[in-house]
């Protein structure tokens, strides 16, 4: 059986307290990519009582993806953005949920983001990473921005950590891995650099900043 609302609500406000409560609640994240970084991103996001999750990606979901990314073996094939949706209203069902289907470009991001209280760059390309990162940096400078760099292979997890980079961007990652020279991704440093950035988020709503 679904819990209530009214349960739903007070099961959080008894984690978090009311103050959080009321202000994870109310905002709005946007999560640009839906790979390893962005669907745990968005999970750990929902579980914490976040709003409203904006999910942006035009990918489907492949079956080499399954080893690191929240989808199951049954969504290969289906949009990236309606299976983690779909998955998202399962782990908490009274989140807000907009789902993109499209590929955000220097033309379109902008537009895409302007309801954002904080924007998650969880891109694998490292082009596409760069564009959002200036895009947003240039453009929306009012905004938080949370990307990542660096968190393939098997190297020590302990090497991912979270930067202040400016004063509305955060970098989580090694800033230093890179998927063409390891082994690749492997699920736990990939989950790792993602819970950093989701803890990120809540930070920021939280008025708890780097320094």
């Not at 292979?153 to 930067?163: F, L, Q, V």
Request: net charge negative.
């Amino acid at each position: 059986m679904i819990p209530s609302k009214k349960e739903w609500t007070d099961a959080l406000i008894a984690r978090h307290g009311t103050t959080l409560h009321e202000r994870f609640s109310s905002a709005t994240v946007a999560i640009c990519g839906l790979g390893g970084l962005g669907s745990n991103i968005a999970i750990a996001l929902a579980r914490a009582g976040i709003g409203k999750l904006l999910l942006i990606d035009f990918d489907r979901v492949d079956i080499t993806n399954l080893h690191r990314q929240q989808y199951k073996a049954n969504q290969i094939g289906c949009y990236k953005a309606d299976a983690l949706a779909e998955n998202l209203r399962e782990i908490a069902p009274y989140t807000v949920i907009r789902t993109v289907t499209e590929k955000i470009t220097e033309e379109n991001f902008s537009d895409l983001l302007k309801e954002a209280d904080v924007i998650c760059e969880a891109f694998d390309n490292a082009d596409s990473k760069a564009m959002l990162v200036n895009g947003v940096l240039e453009q929306l400078p009012q905004y938080y921005l949370v990307a990542a760099s660096g968190m393939a292979g098997m190297d020590t997890p302990n090497t991912i950590k979270t930067r202040k980079v400016m004063k509305r961007f955060y970098l989580c990652g090694d800033e230093i891995s890179d998927e063409a020279n390891t082994i690749g991704l492997v699920a736990p440093r990939v989950m790792l650099c993602a819970a950093h950035q989701a803890h990120t988020v809540l930070r920021i709503l939280a008025g708890e900043y780097e320094v």
